[in-house]
């Protein structure tokens, strides 16, 4: 099991007002809020001919998880995360992401009374199983109705527990994106009335991240109009996050993105501008740059 912070730590972080704070490990999953007791032991998906029958309930869950935990990984895993900045107070078992993506396989698609528990985890690595698991119905539904009803239940029930760039970049696309794809005005509501406009930078992250799924059907409008309206964000996760989305419509229409430079280069973040880049000649590089910020 992991050892979590100590008292001293745990007092820092409550000045900062953090939500998950813990001076003892359980053996049972603790949450961040009290949510109600798990009593549903079985998912019909409707997109699939049979219906799911699975008992997992938290603790075996955690078990699971807690017995492939690693106290070296787990340090790593704190820096890697900056556990002292924008992921203060999150606590890590030390898990890979491989085995956390093989127990969420092992108990088939989870119902949302157990999602929400486990979204709402002081630990990582089950938030991120509730991720996964999400995602994974996301994609296998071929059902309008569920669907509308998966991201739903991801941009509010699961929202406060996305929390980390990793949760963020492996779900937006996948959910958002998907779901948001083809239908203007909801895009419009989420995208750009709702999330790009939010005080938390997860949320900003989300809009610009889940434009990954238009740029991959080779539209890029939403995509550019996103990352200037982060022109101006200070937050070096949604500058590197932008760059990353601006380097992946680039790979697709190099034109569309040297518009983009030619107008924007001297008001883009450096970090921003450098990401957006990675693909370019050194020459290029070196003519955008000396335009960049200094």
């Known amino acids: 099991m992991v050892e979590t912070r100590s008292k001293q730590k745990a007092r820092n972080v409550e000045k900062v007002g953090s939500k998950r704070i813990s001076t003892e490990t359980s053996t049972q999953p603790t949450k961040r809020r009290k949510t109600k007791t798990i009593i549903d032991n079985k998912v019909t998906l409707k997109s699939e001919s049979t219906v799911i029958k699975i008992n997992p309930t938290l603790s075996s869950i955690h078990e699971q998880l807690a017995a492939q935990a ?8 704190v820096k890697y995360f900056r556990t002292d900045e924008y992921g203060r107070g999150d606590i890590f078992l030390g898990l890979k992401v491989p085995y956390v993506r093989s127990i969420s396989k092992s108990l088939g698609f ?57 949760l963020v970049d492996m779900s ?14 909801l895009k419009k509501t989420w995208l750009y009335e709702k999330l790009i406009t939010s005080e938390r930078l997860w949320d900003r992250r989300i809009a610009i991240v889940s434009t990954q799924l238009f740029i991959n059907r080779g539209e890029y409008e939403d995509t550019v109009k996103l990352s200037e309206i982060l022109l101006d964000d200070k937050e070096d996760l949604i500058h590197k996050a932008t760059g990353w989305m601006l380097r992946e419509m680039g790979k697709k229409s190099k034109k569309t993105l ?9 008001k883009m973040p450096r970090v921003m501008l450098r990401y957006s880049l990675e693909k370019f000649s050194d020459q290029e590089k070196k003519k955008y740059m000396q335009k960049g910020k200094k």
């Open 110 to 166: 989870l119902p949302f009374t157990i999602l929400k528990s486990l979204i709402e985890s002081k630990y990582h690595e089950e938030r991120l199983l509730s991720v996964i698991n999400i995602v994974d119905k996301f994609k296998i539904s071929q059902d309008l109705n569920e669907q509308k009803e998966l991201f739903e239940f991801y941009t509010t029930e699961m929202k406060e527990g996305i929390d980390n760039w990793d």
């Open 70 to 77: 690693s106290k070296k990984r787990a340090a790593t895993l």
């Open 172 to 185: 937006a696309a996948h959910v958002v994106g998907s779901y948001l794809v083809n239908k203007p005005e």
């Open 258 to 266: 040297v518009n983009f430079l030619d107008m924007h280069a001297t």
